[in-house]
């Protein structure tokens, strides 16, 4: 039977076999695409290395969830399910994308597979599929357009607004949609026309509209319009194909191999450069990151994938704050400067130059408190803290080192503490603990199954002294054999690495490690989270780390911690969760299960804003010497928080949590309706002592 309307691979345009073009396009379109691609990657052949794929298990199990699975998008569930609706749409759309390229120079062309009843289910699905994205293309076209989020705007010192691209890439998907759907609507009322068996439309979808609207219209006018839906069609595919690695739309592409390449551990640093062994670090020329080369190979992906979605820098506290770092700008001004400077046409631009005083200024670099909120909310899994790390790497290199943390890190590197106090003095505390619970000091050759690591802070600072007596109390209560290592310990480095120090926090660390293995101990306990973060992810060989929430939750379960009634009924507490427990260890429910074991203890969550997604107090270890410009302190948008959750008392598990905490009631002017307390100091004012 003669077809109803002639095939795009049928027609002729100016008497010129319509094949003809329609072999070019693609063509053109995968060899202009497949140039800009290996244009791309120059950048990246010239990065430093990283080695990804090793724990190819894991990997895939990443891909699975979180881009297959698109795990992290309904964090935010207006964008969210519509991205999803968008990802699955054009994961079906795909394969009827590659049939319509074929069917341009072969007629009747089906992929392989897609003959029997499974391309009619098919034909039904990816109708329904084409019409739920065209519904959400318009959504977030007028979602964009009109009621666009907060999070989206630019600042003027980062460039010029993304909303022209956003709506621009919207419409070439609509585009997409409505000349696909017109090819095939336009086919069928022909067919309807000349009496030839038509396939249904599947009702309410847009072929099914169009098949409608098309009702009327005559042979020529359909005959017209399948052509020019076609054409139409095919050029938009591959100018699509091609725009979608100059901009943001990159990580269509990427997103799947950034995932693929994600970062598998939280908490850790990435070595100075992979390959080089730690002991040979004094043999590399140059340490961190300074140009653009500097990045690795998977920082550059990171770059491309970023989606400007704005996640990371909505959760970002010291973007919340107004210090001058927004973590997607990371991104998109490297971005920027990948494609400015690794141009489509002609050679790379000149000598690499510096980032600092370049695209990014040392405040803002300095700014990061490296709570990990952003790498957490990124739907695509990008990096910021070792990026950060290591800039702050390359700025220490250069001696581009704040004032303020001079004194302390020359400190450190002197007694072991960025105050610079006797080393004697680090064990002082201990005379508060009690006459009942005796701390037992390694330095004097005493011998313990336990260490109480206390790290810098807890020892020396008058108020944190408390929660260090505490602790010692709960491991006496609990009846935990444990000793300090006193003069011997020194600070654990976690925050001097993360300031770029890497030399020193090495020699940090292999004084420490050296006490310890000294000291002959089957565990450690630790109370400070940086501390535990440290031992656990920077460390290596030492004993199992345990975390005092951990200990404490096992001793009331055993019955060898028993606690009473809450002293105080009246008042409501919060638990405000450390990045550096929670985030970056995954430690959560330890510290409530704890607090709620307290008899009559009430306790609220400061919902939306707890667990993986709780507010930095303002950093921890050289946060304290060093303060950016900011407009409001990050500690009192949480003490903020905590009252609007309708607590009186904030309860944390990190000194320095508590330090920023109880500042920022004072500044907030909430002294007398506000308190905060350390876990241990509320669980050691709660325990039911045999007298
Ligand atoms: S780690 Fe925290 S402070 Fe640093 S960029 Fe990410 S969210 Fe911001
Ligand atoms: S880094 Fe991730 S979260 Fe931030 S804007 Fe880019 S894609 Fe969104």
Not at 255 to 260: A, C
Not at 329 to 349: N, V
Not at 526 to 538: E, R
Not at 583 to 607: F, K, S
Request: neutral net charge.
């Amino acid at each position: 039977m003669e077809p109803a309307l002639i095939s795009p691979a049928s027609a002729t345009l100016a008497g010129i076999p319509a094949k003809i073009f329609f072999i070019l396009i693609p063509l053109a379109g995968v060899g202009i695409f497949a140039w800009i691609i290996w244009r791309r990657i120059a950048p990246l052949l010239k990065a430093a290395p990283d080695n990804r794929l090793q724990r190819i298990p894991e990997r895939i199990r990443a891909v699975l969830k979180i881009w297959l699975g698109q795990w992290r998008h309904p964090r935010y569930m207006l964008a969210g399910v519509l991205h999803i609706v968008l990802f699955f749409g054009f994961l079906i759309l795909g394969a009827r994308s590659t049939q319509l390229v074929v069917l341009g120079f072969v007629d009747g062309f089906t992929l392989p597979g897609f003959g029997g009843i499974f391309g009619v289910v098919y034909n039904v699905l990816k109708d329904y599929a084409g019409t739920a994205v065209f519904i959400s293309v318009a959504i977030l076209a007028i979602r964009r357009g009109a009621f666009t989020p907060a999070r989206y705007a630019v600042p003027d010192k980062y460039g010029k607004d993304h909303t022209p691209e956003a709506l621009f890439v919207l419409g070439l998907i609509a585009t997409l949609l409505i000349t696909e759907s017109l090819f095939e609507a336009s086919l069928m009322a022909a067919q309807a026309l000349k009496g030839q068996h038509a396939e249904l439309a599947p009702p309410l979808t847009l072929v099914w509209l169009f098949r409608h609207l098309l009702g009327t219209a005559s042979i020529g006018a359909l005959q017209g319009l399948h052509l020019a839906a076609y054409t139409i069609h095919d050029l938009t595919f591959f100018f699509f194909l091609c725009f979608l690695p100059l901009g943001k739309h990159f990580h269509v592409i990427t997103s799947l191999f950034n995932v693929f390449f994600m970062r598998l551990d939280r908490g850790n640093v990435k070595p100075v450069r992979h390959g080089v062994d730690e002991s040979k670090l004094d043999e590399l020329k140059s340490f961190g990151v300074k140009t653009f080369e500097d990045f690795t190979w998977k920082h550059m992906l990171d770059f491309y994938s970023c989606v400007d979605c704005g996640r990371c820098s909505d959760r970002c506290p010291a973007n919340r704050v107004k210090r001058p770092l927004s973590p997607r700008f990371i991104s998109i001004k490297a971005r920027d400067y990948a494609f400015a400077h690794y141009p489509l046409l002609g050679p790379a631009a000149g000598e690499a130059q510096a980032l600092i005083g370049g695209i990014y200024s040392e405040d803002e670099i300095w700014s990061c408190t490296t709570c990990g909120a952003c790498e957490e909310e990124c739907p695509v899994a990008i990096e910021y803290i070792d990026k950060m790390v290591d800039l702050r790497r390359g700025m220490v290199d250069d001696g581009l080192v704040p004032q303020s943390l001079q004194k302390p890190l020359s400190a450190l590197e002197k007694r072991g503490n960025p105050w610079g106090k006797m080393e004697k003095k680090r064990a002082d505390w201990v005379a508060g603990a009690g006459a009942d619970c005796p701390v037992k000091l390694f330095e004097k050759g005493a011998a313990a199954e336990t260490l109480y690591f206390v790290d810098s802070i807890t020892s020396y600072d008058d108020r944190m002294q408390k929660i260090a007596q505490a602790t010692a109390r709960i491991l006496c209560a609990a009846g935990v054999d444990f000793g300090i290592l006193g003069k011997d310990e020194k600070d654990s480095g976690h925050e001097v690495r993360r300031f770029g120090e890497e030399m020193l926090f090495q020699s940090l660390k292999e004084q420490n490690t050296e006490a310890i293995r000294a000291a002959e101990v089957k565990r450690i306990v630790v109370s400070d989270p940086h501390a535990y973060n440290a031992l656990k992810k920077d460390y290596a060989g030492l004993p199992p780390v345990e975390h005092i929430s951990e200990v404490i939750v096992a001793g009331i379960r055993s019955g060898k911690l028993r606690l009473k009634p809450g002293e105080n009924g009246s008042r409501t507490y919060v638990y405000h969760d450390p990045c550096y427990l929670g985030r970056h260890n995954a430690l959560y429910d330890a510290p409530r299960q704890a607090i709620d074991t307290i008899p009559g203890i009430r306790r609220v969550e400061m919902t939306g804003d707890c667990r993986d997604r709780s507010f930095c107090c303002g950093g921890g270890g050289l946060m304290l010497f060093y303060e950016p410009e900011e407009e409001q302190r990050m500690g009192v948008v949480r003490v903020q928080m905590a009252k609007n959750a309708g607590a009186g008392v904030i309860v944390t598990a990190c000194p320095f949590c508590l330090v920023n905490i109880e500042d920022a009631i004072k500044v907030a002017g909430l002294e007398g309706k506000m308190e905060a307390i350390d876990l241990c100091e509320l669980i050691d004012r709660h325990l039911q002592r045999d007298t």
